[in-house]
């Protein structure tokens, strides 16, 4: 089983900043990718940004230039430096990881989720 824990959220003034951590742990093959997804009240849940191994960082447009996702791959870890935050990112922020099994020869993943974590811009 894999377990993800994240950190970091909160209160935060408009054009402030936060950083969200997630680390997952458990037994398990290896992750193929990690990322963020978030959730505002009455709306769907949707993609902020992700990494997959040997790839570049995947941003949602609301995000690009203001977020920026890291991974540390020995560490298992994913994080999120969210800058110049405004009101309309407030949401309960998911971290998701991709993670490979063996199904017969092939290499497959299992999505898992974090808990999540809310994130509030408001002055």
């Known amino acids: 089983q894999v377990q993800l824990l994240e950190s970091g959220g909160g209160l935060v003034q408009p054009g402030g900043s936060l950083r969200l951590s997630c680390a997952a742990s458990?037994?398990?093959?290896?992750?193929?990718?990690m990322g963020w997804y978030r959730q505002a009240p009455g709306k769907q849940r949707e993609l902020v940004a992700r990494?997959?191994?040997?790839?570049?960082?995947n941003y949602a447009d609301s995000g690009k230039g203001r977020f920026t996702i890291s991974r540390d791959n020995a560490k298992n870890t994913v994080s999120l430096e969210m800058n110049s935050l405004k009101p309309e990112d407030t949401a309960v922020y998911y971290c998701?990881?991709?993670?490979?099994?063996?199904?017969?020869?092939?290499?497959?993943?299992?999505?898992?989720w974090g808990q999540g974590t809310q994130v509030t811009v408001s002055s």
């Open positions: 458990g037994s398990f093959l290896g992750i193929n990718a």
């Open positions: 998701n990881a991709a993670v490979l099994y063996h199904s017969g020869s092939v290499l497959r993943t299992n999505d898992y």
């Open positions: 990494l997959i191994n040997g790839g570049s960082a």
